[in-house]
C-alpha cells in the first residue's frame, strides 16, 4: 500500500468516527433489510472470478453484522439467493451454493446471531435445507440479532406462500372458505409471512448503484425507507453503512404517502 493509499483510508476512519459520533442511537433502524448487489461487478472490474466475487461478499457479511451490533439494530435480513438465482448457469450456481452454505455455517458458529431461514426451502438442495435446519436449531436461543437468510427467496413466492399458509390453516381449523373470506385483513396475511412474527424493516440498503427492489420483501417493505449506495458489496465500507444510517434518521418517516 503506498502513501496515498494509506492517507485515503485514514481520512476515511477519521470520518467514519466524525458521523458515528454524531449517531443518534435513538433514530437507528430496528430491522435493515440488504440486497448485497454487485459480487459479479466487483469481480469483474479487478480482473478476477465471480466465484472470487462471492467470496468477497461473503466474507463482507460477519463485518457488516458487526456495525449493526455496534448500533443496536435488532434484526437484519440478508438477500443471499433469489428464486431468479437459480437460472444462473451451474458453473456458477454449484459454486454460489457452496459459498451460500458456509455462510450459513459461520453465522451459526459465531455465537451471536439468531439464524431464521426467509424463503421457499424446497427449491435447495437436500444438504442446504439440513444446514439451514441445524443453524436454526442450534441459534434457538441466541440473545442477539435475529439474522433472516433470504435463501430461494422471492417477494411474490413469499405472497403467494403466504396466501397458501393461510388457506390451510383455515382448512386445519375447520374454518369455511366462506368464513375465512369474512375474516382475512392484513394483518393476518402480514402473520403468514415468513418474518410473521417480526418488525417490518425500516430502511432497506442496496449497494451497486441499482434503484430498484427486484421483489425484495414486497409487502413488509410499504413503509420502509431505501438508501441505494454506488458502492458493489465487496467493497461496501463502515462509513457507507454510517451513511446510510446518517440518512435514515434525517428523514422525516410519514405513512400513508
Not at 426467509?118 to 427449491?123: F, I, N, P
Not at 427467496?153 to 399458509?165: F, K, L, N, P
Request: glycine share 10%; net charge negative.
Amino acid at each position: 500500500m503506498n502513501l496515498r493509499d494509506k492517507l485515503r483510508g485514514l481520512l476515511v476512519r477519521l470520518y467514519a468516527r466524525r458521523v458515528e459520533g454524531h449517531l443518534d442511537h435513538a433514530q437507528v433502524p430496528k430491522h435493515i433489510g440488504v440486497i448485497m448487489d454487485g459480487n459479479r461487478r466487483w469481480a469483474k472490474a479487478a480482473g478476477s472470478t465471480t466465484v472470487h466475487g462471492h467470496r468477497a461478499g461473503a466474507e463482507k457479511i460477519g463485518e457488516f453484522l458487526g456495525w449493526c451490533a455496534e448500533t443496536d439494530v435488532e434484526v437484519v435480513t440478508l438477500w443471499l439467493l433469489s428464486t431468479d438465482n437459480f437460472d444462473r448457469p451451474q458453473e456458477e450456481l454449484v459454486p454460489l451454493l457452496g459459498i451460500i452454505e458456509d455462510v450459513v455455517r459461520a453465522l451459526a458458529a459465531d455465537g451471536r446471531w439468531r439464524v431464521h431461514h426467509v424463503g421457499t426451502r424446497d427449491l435447495l438442495p437436500a444438504g442446504m435445507q439440513q444446514v439451514l435446519k441445524d443453524a436454526e436449531e442450534s441459534t434457538a436461543d441466541v440473545g442477539g440479532i435475529v439474522v433472516n437468510v433470504a435463501i430461494g427467496y422471492g417477494g411474490r413466492q413469499e405472497i403467494a406462500d403466504a396466501v397458501r399458509s393461510m388457506l390451510l390453516d383455515a382448512q386445519d381449523k375447520g374454518v369455511s372458505l366462506e368464513g375465512l373470506a369474512e375474516s382475512v385483513d392484513v394483518d393476518m396475511i402480514g402473520r403468514h409471512l415468513y418474518t410473521g412474527d417480526q418488525p417490518d424493516p425500516d430502511l432497506v440498503i442496496r449497494t451497486s448503484g441499482e434503484q430498484r427492489l427486484s421483489g425484495f420483501m414486497l409487502w413488509q417493505t410499504a413503509h420502509s425507507e431505501y438508501y441505494f449506495c454506488e458502492v458493489f458489496w465487496p467493497a461496501f465500507r463502515k462509513v457507507d453503512f454510517l451513511r446510510a444510517l446518517r440518512d435514515y434518521a434525517a428523514r422525516h418517516r410519514r405513512y400513508g404517502g
